[in-house]
């Protein structure tokens, strides 16, 4: 069986084993997008506890318009078993746009549970916070409070179980050579699941 925890720490320990490497994919816009990629890659390929490919448990990013959707082949076909979201967040959002991106997150995961999501699916979210050296007037702690703020106000613990309250767990701190210095990178993440019932 699928386990989401296990599962959301099988890929930050994935991350962090090469840092260099995805810190650089960090740096960049659409890093979202390379995330679900590299997400499905970990969990469908490499070995781990979560997700267990030799029991029929598989990972597809962007089917019908889930980030993240984890499925198991069954006698009667294919199970969908959870529904992640997933966001990165960095440091150049406004108070507004926090807002924005921390309700789209939540009309997400609302509108699954709305439309019914076959099966029972459980649905999370997984976010991530991404903050670089090149921010240079926002504290590095802060933004990262902030965001586990942002989501601690809008995900309440009665509707959501969450491991550490929202904080955000490190999973990589890496310094690049970049326009003739060096930059730190350093990304962090939190994890959290509809209740049932």
């Known amino acids: 069986m699928v386990d989401i925890k ?53 990972v597809y990013d962007e089917d019908e318009k889930r980030d993240i959707s984890i499925y198991r082949d069954t006698d009667k076909g294919v199970k969908l078993l959870h529904h992640v979201e997933l966001k990165v967040v960095y440091p150049g959002y406004s108070r507004t746009t926090q807002a924005e991106w921390v309700n789209s997150l ?20 997984w976010v991530f916070g991404v903050w670089t050296g090149y921010y240079k007037n926002v504290d590095q702690n802060r933004f990262f409070s902030e965001t586990s703020k942002c989501l601690r106000e809008v995900f309440s613990e009665q509707e959501y179980t969450t491991q550490h309250s929202f904080s955000m767990e490190g999973v990589l701190d890496e310094w690049l050579p970049w326009r003739g210095g060096r930059v730190q990178v350093v990304m962090k993440g939190t994890c959290f699941s509809q209740r049932t019932g």
């Not at 890929?11 to 990629?37: F, H, I």
């Not at 009309?107 to 439309?115: D, F, K, T, V, Y």
Request: hydrophobic residues 25%; charged residues 35%.
């Open 106 to 125: 939540q009309e997400q995961l609302e509108r699954a549970r709305g439309e019914g999501e076959s099966g029972g699916a459980r649905r999370h979210g």
């Open 6 to 58: 296990k599962s959301f720490y099988d890929v930050t320990k994935s991350l962090c084993n090469e840092p260099n490497r995805n810190a650089r994919r960090l740096m960049g816009a659409a890093c979202e997008d390379w995330l679900k990629r590299e997400i499905c890659s970990i969990l469908n390929f490499d070995s781990g506890e979560g997700v267990q490919p030799d029991r029929g448990e598989f």
